[in-house]
């Protein structure tokens, strides 16, 4: 199966520094999803970007599909940002709605 | 507001026991599923549900049932059979034809 990899595991930032969360997958997918999961558990859907370049606020992302990978920038971090951030890719072909999900990033963000 | 609603919040259970965890959306969607998330890891595929009356197992679903009666609901029986069921549970939906998928708030079930 589809194997996803983020990077870095632990991040640890000043309020007001920027930071860019990697993403690599092993194969080719037709679902990529970014997901904000805060101290509470709620998971957050960032983005769905299976290709291309996208941009919410202070958050934007970026999928390179040829190169198999994705990535998350945070500008101007703030200290709400703080949580997990996943990475979770689709195949083509494989069960519906299996979503494949990185390890996730830990950002905590220091004021 | 449409959304996923998952109760309880928290659950406790003793070893033993059977326990069903409830997922209803108002979203109308007609794909759900089931995600099971342990400390320090990502989320994996319990059961998914596709169309009312039907469902199909994930990656994990030992110890585990679901029953799909009705579009609105998805719930989650976690048996006796599962053997470390203390987890985050989190069920999440998507329309047809789209991709992303939404979640639920979760529900934490500790079995002593």
């Known amino acids: 199966g589809i194997q996803v990899e983020q990077s870095p595991p632990d991040l640890i930032l000043q309020e007001g520094a920027n930071s860019t969360l990697r993403c690599n997958f092993s194969d080719s997918v037709n679902n990529l999803q970014w997901f904000h999961q805060n101290p509470w558990g709620q998971l957050i859907n960032l983005f769905y970007i299976p290709s291309g370049t996208k941009q919410n606020g202070r958050l934007s992302a970026t999928t390179v599909a040829t190169e198999r990978y994705s990535l998350l920038y945070i500008s101007s971090s703030q200290t709400t940002d703080s949580g997990v951030y996943f990475c979770a890719v689709e195949g083509y072909g494989g069960s519906q709605g299996n979503l494949i999900f990185g390890k996730g990033t830990k950002l905590s963000v220091k004021p | 507001d449409g959304g996923i609603t998952q109760s309880p919040k928290y659950l406790f259970r003793k070893e033993g026991q059977n326990v069903t965890l409830s997922c209803e959306q108002n979203?109308?969607?007609?794909?759900m599923y089931w995600y099971r998330q342990d400390p320090g890891q990502g989320l994996r595929l319990i059961y998914y549900?596709?169309?009312?009356?039907?469902?199909q197992k994930g990656d994990i679903a030992e110890g585990y049932s679901v029953s799909r009666e009705k579009k609105e609901s998805f719930p989650l029986t976690v048996t006796s059979a599962q053997k470390n069921p203390t987890a985050f549970y989190l069920c999440?939906?998507?329309?047809?034809?789209?991709?992303?998928?939404?979640f639920g708030n979760g529900t934490r079930l500790t079995v002593t």
């Open positions: 549900s596709q169309i009312v009356n039907d469902f």
């Open positions: 999440a939906s998507r329309g047809t034809g789209v991709l992303a998928l939404h």
């Open positions: 979203l109308n969607h007609d794909a």
